[in-house]
């Protein structure tokens, strides 16, 4: 069962158009991460979202985190070739014996062409 | 400082081998993570350490798996009698801070490309 649903799966785009991402549950998240991950290396972390209806900004990534810490999206502004890789959300509840680990989602495949 | 390090980089080993990957945590971090990846997909989680002790091994596909930590640093994923559907990135991940902070982060090594032939 995937506790997180991340769409769309795969995204191409060209240079310079905007786009979202989005990470659904049904389940209430106690922090919800956003990572990023090129091949044949490791996911890098681009941002921790804790607070529901938190906003972060990376230059031209913004970050949201929904009221009900259920959701999120991550908005990319004028997509450039280097924003292309895998984005991955991840998510952690802290109760009993799931202390400590992350939920993934499946991840976005992001192409950005020149 | 020295980030997360995995050995070895690619493993392709024979269907029924056993097989041990190998993770050094940045130093200081008490939590390691373990995971999988299929080609495409998510991340999977196998195992969390805090420390030496595994208090979450839910994600362990089978008994054929198993991992351990010594000294609260190395960590050592091992997989008995090898099958193609073993086949996959492993990950290692580690974070200063596991439990009921808020908020962490984790940091991945570059994984392990195991194949099984």
């Known amino acids: 069962t995937q506790l997180l649903e991340q769409s769309p799966q795969f995204l191409s785009i060209q240079e310079g158009e905007n786009l979202t991402v989005y990470c659904n549950s049904s389940?209430?998240?106690?922090?919800l991460q956003w990572y990023r991950q090129e091949p044949g290396e490791g996911p890098v972390l681009l941002v921790t979202v804790v607070t529901g209806g938190e906003v972060k900004k990376l230059k031209r990534l913004t970050f949201q985190f929904g009221d009900a810490r259920k959701d999120s999206s991550l908005h990319i502004t004028a997509a450039q070739p280097g924003d292309t890789g895998l984005y991955l959300c991840a998510g952690a509840i802290f109760r009993g014996s799931t202390l400590g680990r992350l939920y993934f989602g499946r991840g976005t495949q992001l192409t950005v062409w020149p | 400082g020295a980030g997360v390090s995995q050995s070895p980089s690619n493993k392709v080993t024979e269907k029924g081998k056993d097989v041990e990957l190998r993770c050094d945590p940045i130093?200081?971090?008490?939590?390691l993570y373990w995971y999988r990846q299929s080609l495409g997909q998510g991340l999977e989680f196998l195992i969390y350490f805090q420390g030496n002790s595994a208090p979450d091994k839910s994600g362990l596909p089978s008994d054929r798996f198993s991992a351990e930590r010594t000294g609260g640093s190395v960590s050592t994923l091992t997989i008995q009698r090898t099958q193609q559907e073993d086949s996959a990135v492993y990950l290692c991940?580690?974070?200063?801070?596991?439990?009921?902070?808020?908020?962490?982060?984790?940091?991945f090594g570059p994984g392990t490309r195991l194949t099984v032939t």
């Open positions: 991940a580690s974070s200063l801070v596991g439990g009921i902070v808020p908020s962490y982060e984790q940091y």
């Open positions: 130093s200081g971090h008490t939590a």
């Open positions: 389940s209430v998240f106690s922090s």
